[in-house]
């Protein structure tokens, strides 16, 4: 009899490992799992502050909880730390999504209009007509395709714009790595990126802070303005207040699309 009960609590721990195994491998590799097998909500909320306990970084313990909510597919949650933290995570994803769709149709207009680069007023023409958007959301576009295409006149940029595929157009900004930090309160802050061998190489922040979330880009250059190895090791080092955060490594560069 105790033989038996020692075999079902052990079919019962297994199974519950390998549920557990299953869920979190569909998380990690984007599968998703059958709605009967799918965690709940709150199971999900504890899972994700259970893992994002485990993090070294605590100074950015509020971004790996949003970043872990995204993964575990728990939207409530995700929009719960992102309101949390101001809300510009999500504002700048949806304005990354707005501009990939807003650049297809200026494109796709453009190459359906017999001649349309000949007129120099084209461009504006097309931003103008772009559905569902206001007047501060094509100016943003037009800054942003004046940037891409720096010292072009409207009627080139259109030519580009005709001539370019989509990934063409979006996957020239320059590489750069991003740095999250949360200051609860007005406090200095000082940060410096070190390569491998330790030594200072960028000191991106030193003064006083305002309490709020703050994005540090970083763009592979040294104190200098000098162009710095991409592909080369680098870690960063936060002071807040005088206090040392845990040292850590840089996240790989990325494009801004």
């Known amino acids: ?27 990690k590799f984007g599968y998703t799992l059958p709605a009967f097998l799918q965690p709940t909500a709150a199971v999900q909320g504890k899972t994700v502050d259970a893992l994002a306990s485990l993090a070294v970084d605590r100074n950015n313990l ?8 995204l993964d575990f597919r728990n939207p409530d ?12 995570i999500t504002e700048e994803v949806i304005w990354l999504e707005r501009t990939r769709r807003d650049i297809k ?4 207009g453009l190459r359906g209009v017999s001649n349309a680069t000949a007129s120099a007023s084209i461009l504006q023409q097309r931003l103008e007509t772009l559905p569902g958007r206001r007047a501060a959301e094509r100016r943003q576009l037009r800054r942003f395709l004046q940037q891409r295409f720096a ?13 370019l595929s989509l990934a063409e157009v979006l996957q020239q900004r320059p590489p750069f790595t991003r740095i999250w930090l949360h200051l609860p309160a007005p406090a200095p ?21 305002p309490a709020g979330q703050y994005r540090f880009y970083w763009n592979f250059t040294d104190d200098a303005g000098a162009a710095v190895n991409r592909r080369a090791n680098y870690r960063y080092q936060i002071w807040v207040d005088g206090q040392p955060k845990q040292p850590q490594p840089l996240p790989p560069p990325a494009a801004l699309f």
């Open 1 to 27: 009899m105790s033989q038996d009960k020692t075999f079902n609590a052990g079919s019962w721990l297994a199974g519950l490992v390998t549920g557990l195994a299953l869920t979190v491998a569909y998380i």
């Open 62 to 69: 509020a971004e790996l909880q949003r970043e872990l909510a």
């Open 77 to 88: 949650r995700y929009l719960e730390l992102d309101s949390r933290l101001g809300g510009f």
């Open 105 to 108: 149709r200026l494109q796709d």
């Open 151 to 163: 010292g072009l006149s409207d009627a080139e940029i259109a030519r580009r714009l005709v001539r």
């Open 189 to 209: 802050v000082r940060l410096v990126i070190y390569n491998a061998e330790d030594q200072p190489i960028r000191e991106l922040v030193n003064g006083v802070q």
